[in-house]
């Protein structure tokens, strides 16, 4: 059974389609991969600076609400 040419070309930009979708999905997953490492970078340092400055979680204990050396 041979397809018609119009199967053929709708068959053709199809694959076309596909493909420019899977480059496409390969580019964005490589990127969510580093968002994922930024971010678990970023939440690390979070947890690094909550440490250096005593944040206990309350309002008026972190670094910005300390009165200056010079008060």
């Known amino acids: ?9 709708r068959l053709t930009a199809l694959e076309i389609k596909i493909s420019y979708l899977e480059d496409l999905t390969d580019t964005l997953n490589g990127l969510v991969a580093r968002q994922q490492t930024q ?13 250096q400055g ?11 609400d300390e009165r200056p050396p010079h008060y």
């Open 39 to 51: 971010i678990e970078w970023l939440a690390r340092e979070l947890l690094q600076l909550r440490r």
């Open 1 to 9: 059974m041979s397809e018609s040419p119009d199967a053929d070309q």
């Open 54 to 64: 005593g944040d206990s979680g309350t309002p008026g204990s972190g670094l910005l």
